[in-house]
C-alpha cells in the first residue's frame, strides 16, 4: 500500500470526522507549489551582464526540449526560467529545474532540463527524477522506466510520485487536476478511482468540498498517451 492511500486510510478510519481530518490536512501545508509561472524573458543569443561570480556569461535562447511523458514542464512549475548555471553542462540556458532529484548531492535547482532531456546528467550524477517502483511493478519495458525516471522531470508531492500507467505505456503527467475535472468524474470511471484509493462514495465528496490544488490533499493529473483516459494520482502531506 502506497504511502497516500495509508494516510487517507489512518485519516478517515473514523468517517464521522472525515471533515475535520481532511481540515486538518489542508491547514498543515507548509508551502504551496507554484501554479502558474510567467514566461521566461525573452533573451538573445550573446552575453549578458551575471552576477555569477562577477563574470559576463552567455545566456543561450532555445525552445525546452521535448519531453513525452511531461509535455509542459513550466505549467506544472517543474522547471522555471532561471539565469543559474546549470550543473551539468556549465552553461547559462534561460531555465532551470526546480523538482525531485534522487541520488548523492543536492541538485535541485542546479540541472537544465537539456542536461536532462539526452541523459547527460542521470549519467553524470547517477541520479533519477522519479521513483521508478510503480512502473516495474506494472510491467513496463525497461527503456520507458528509464526514458520516464532519468530523461524526464519529475514533480513536486508530498509523498513520493506515483507515476501512472495505461495500456501497457507510462501516462503523460500534466500537473494538478482542477476542481472541474474532479467534480465532473462519474460512472465507472469514478468507481475505478474510488477502487483504487479505497475511499467511499462520502468521502469522496469530502474531498471534493477541501480540495485545492497545490494544498494539503494533492490529485495530480496524468494521461494515457495511448487512449487518451484520464488517470490520477492522490498524494497527502
Known amino acids: 500500500m502506497t504511502n497516500s492511500r495509508l494516510i487517507w486510510r489512518r485519516c478517515f478510519a ?6 475535520a481530518a481532511v481540515a486538518s490536512v489542508l491547514a498543515i501545508a507548509l508551502w504551496q507549489r507554484a501554479r502558474h ?23 543561450e535562447a532555445f525552445m525546452l526540449p521535448e519531453f513525452r511523458y511531461h509535455p509542459d514542464p513550466l505549467a ?9 548555471v546549470c550543473a551539468c553542462c ?12 534522487y541520488g548523492p548531492g543536492e541538485l535541485r535547482g542546479k540541472l537544465c532540463p537539456w542536461c536532462i532531456a539526452d541523459g547527460e546528467a542521470a549519467f553524470r550524477f547517477g541520479v533519477y527524477f522519479s521513483v521508478e517502483d510503480p512502473l516495474v511493478e506494472a510491467g513496463i519495458a525497461r527503456h520507458i522506466i528509464n526514458e520516464v525516471t532519468r530523461r524526464t522531470p519529475g514533480y513536486n508531492c508530498w509523498q513520493q510520485e506515483e507515476w501512472q500507467v495505461c495500456c501497457g505505456d507510462a501516462c503523460a503527467f500534466h500537473g ?12 465507472d470511471a469514478l468507481g475505478r478511482l474510488q477502487k483504487k484509493w479505497e475511499i467511499t462514495p462520502r468521502l469522496w465528496e469530502e474531498l471534493l468540498n477541501f480540495y485545492v490544488p497545490g494544498g494539503g490533499v494533492s490529485v495530480f493529473r496524468f494521461v494515457c498517451r495511448v487512449c487518451g483516459r484520464p488517470n490520477f494520482a492522490l498524494d497527502l502531506a
Open 76 to 84: 506544472t512549475g517543474s522547471v522555471k526560467p532561471s539565469e543559474a
Open 37 to 59: 509561472v510567467s514566461a521566461a524573458p525573452r533573451v538573445s543569443r550573446g552575453e549578458k551582464e551575471s552576477g555569477w561570480r562577477g563574470s559576463t556569461v552567455a545566456i
Open 90 to 101: 556549465q552553461r547559462v540556458r534561460g531555465y532551470i529545474y526546480e523538482a525531485s532529484v
Open 176 to 187: 494538478d487536476a482542477t476542481s472541474e475535472e474532479l467534480k465532473a468524474l462519474g460512472g
Open 14 to 19: 473514523n468517517e464521522s470526522s472525515c471533515a
